[in-house]
């Protein structure tokens, strides 16, 4: 495997970044992961869009030109001969002697890009089957709108999850309503058959996977809702799965050890998915 550090492409092995970056010291960066499918990088405009928020909201330079990277990208991919997988970037304020204060101007952004294969197939029986989530307080910070390496409590989530024999956490707000997954975004379909996923002003992160099942719901004629929803609803909900660039959409058949409906994935989850696959190009 090949991964781009900085400027130079060198073997994943190898792939280092200096023990003052401020990635490292202080999660001091942002990320994203895009899916590759049939050789190509889904989304790649709105990924690069809101990688470009997120810069912005920490005032962090692009560390190459936006054209730049869509090569590097892209050259990534085709070097690890990625037909499935996904493509990893990540931008750090840049290495510095350890201090809280931005460094120096001038201390130039740390620019890593990799990508690793994925089984369609694997991912297939997955979808089939379904997925368990656990529930989890909400403990992250109020920024969880920029995509930032600090994910710490979504590891910890996780994990916790993993222990619990499911997939995924979902943060649950004070007030008793989902907030997203460690990973992914929640939705629900509810008995009329509408989606619904929690509105993305704040507090959670805005998915791209997510804008895009927006789009195929259209196309399918399906009505979305953006409006929050509780715990208890999802249980209680007709369907429920979970979206991102890893997982695209999945069906969620178990929340905390109860069923959603007959614990099988539900067909308008399918059907999204199915069309993501079809249309999502
Ligand atoms: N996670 N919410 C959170 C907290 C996420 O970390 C992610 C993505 C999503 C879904 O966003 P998108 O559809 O753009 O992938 C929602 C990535 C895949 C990750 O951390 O691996």
Same mark, same amino acid.
């Given at each position: 495997r090949i991964a781009y550090v900085n400027g130079r492409y060198t073997p994943h092995a190898d792939a280092s970044v200096h023990v003052e970056d401020r990635g490292y010291q202080f999660a001091d960066g942002v990320y994203e992961v895009c899916e590759v499918a049939r050789g190509n990088i889904m989304d790649m405009t709105r990924h690069l869009d809101r990688l470009d928020r997120s810069l912005r909201e920490l005032r962090i330079e692009w560390p190459i030109a936006r054209r730049a990277l869509e090569f590097v990208m892209r050259e990534v991919?085709?070097?690890n001969h990625v037909e499935n997988g996904l493509?990893?970037?990540?931008?750090?304020?840049?290495? $510095?002697? &350890?201090?809280?204060?931005?460094? @120096? +101007?001038g201390t130039q952004p740390a620019l890593v890009v990799t $990508?690793? &294969?994925?089984?369609?197939?694997? @991912? +297939?029986?997955?979808a089939a089957e379904g997925v368990k989530v656990i529930t989890v307080p909400e403990n992250r910070w109020e920024r969880v709108d920029i995509k930032t390496v600090g994910l710490l409590p979504n590891v910890l989530a996780r994990q916790?999850?993993?222990e619990a024999g499911a997939v995924e956490a979902w943060f649950i707000d004070t007030d008793g309503t989902v907030k997203e997954g460690a990973s992914t975004n929640a939705w629900i379909v509810t008995a009329d058959g509408t989606l619904v996923t929690r509105p993305a002003e704040f507090g959670i992160l805005r998915g791209i996977t997510r804008a895009t099942v927006m789009d195929v719901a259209k196309k399918l004629g399906l009505?979305?809702?953006?409006?929050?929803?509780?715990?208890?609803?999802?249980?209680?909900a007709k369907e429920a799965f979970i979206t991102a660039a890893t997982t695209v959409v999945m069906p969620v058949v178990d929340i905390d050890g109860a069923s959603v409906a007959n614990g099988h994935p539900g067909s308008v989850t399918l059907s999204l998915r199915e069309a993501f696959f079809d249309i999502a190009e």
């Open positions: 991919v085709r070097r493509v990893y970037l990540q931008v750090t304020r840049g290495v $510095a002697p &350890r201090d809280h204060y931005f460094p @120096a +101007a $990508a690793k &294969r994925s089984s369609p197939a694997v @991912a +297939a029986r997955r916790k999850a993993r009505k979305v809702e953006e409006r929050s929803f509780s715990v208890d609803e999802a249980k209680g």
